[in-house]
């Protein structure tokens, strides 16, 4: 709440972190954490809901809103269902509906037929990746499930599958952890190699431990959304 009331008259600012020297650095919303701060404002207003507290949960995801536009990322569901997700469970506000719905059909934009997947990051002929998807991915398809609750589109429910379906089949190995990085062929949708970006740099054995944890978010939330059980079993190996 400190930071909170520090940063009120400095407009589309978030608090990011503490710095070496103390200070507070802070993000605007394009920022792939923007969305953290709001949520976490909003979880302490259902701890404590006061007007004070829910004052600056509105604020500070009112911050966030433009990334309901933002195509050239994944992490629209981290940075809006955090925030906007916390915000309706909370207050049933329209608006957050709305929002909501246009973000989910802006993380769909990433989604390709051919590969089934969502894109994380872009082509990169450095690292030699046509269409790279990272295990984080598994934690924005609850923005697609809520939007296709709200709005009845049954493309976003589709794409959430598909991609929960190949990144199941896909990205683990046999002992259920998994890279976090696996890059695709474009145009056929296999996979070309797995790769990494954090854990270790031996992709026969790296596993990036909030990898792995998000995806057992991801299959524990789609089992949750869908009562489908592949999806517990897996996230339970």
């Known amino acids: 709440l400190l930071m909170a009331k520090e940063l009120e008259t400095q407009n589309g600012r ?4 503490i710095n070496k020297e103390g200070k507070l650095e802070t993000s ?10 709001p949520g976490e404002l909003w979880y302490l207003y259902e701890y404590n809901p006061t007007p004070e507290m829910k004052k600056y949960a509105e604020m500070y995801t009112d911050r966030v ?13 981290f940075m809006l269902y955090c925030s ?5 469970r909370l207050t049933k506000n ?13 993380l769909g934009s990433r989604y390709s037929y051919k590969t089934g997947l969502i894109m994380s990051w872009e082509e990169d002929d450095a ?7 990272i295990i984080d991915n598994m934690m924005n398809l609850e923005l697609l499930m809520e939007a296709y609750k709200l709005s009845g589109d049954t493309t976003l429910r589709h794409i959430a599958l ?41 992709v026969s054995v790296s596993t990036w431990a909030r990898g792995q944890a998000w995806g057992l978010y991801g299959f524990t939330m789609m089992y949750r959304e869908t009562n489908d059980p592949k999806y517990l079993r897996h996230a339970e190996y």
Not at 84 to 88: I, S
């Open 14 to 17: 978030l608090p990011k972190t």
């Open 162 to 202: 598909s991609h929960a379906d190949k990144t199941m089949k896909c990205q683990y190995r046999k002992n259920y952890s998994c890279p976090h990085v696996v890059d695709y062929d474009a145009e056929t949708g296999e996979v070309r190699k797995f790769d990494w970006n954090n854990g270790s740099d031996d």
């Open 84 to 88: 906007y997700g916390n915000g309706w």
């Open 94 to 106: 329209p608006a957050y509906a709305r929002i909501i719905c246009r973000s989910a059909k802006t």
């Open 65 to 77: 809103e433009e990334v309901k536009h933002i195509t050239y990322s994944h992490d629209v569901g």
């Open 28 to 37: 605007d919303y394009s920022w792939w954490c923007s969305g953290f701060f």
């Open 127 to 133: 690292r030699d990746w046509q269409f790279p998807v």
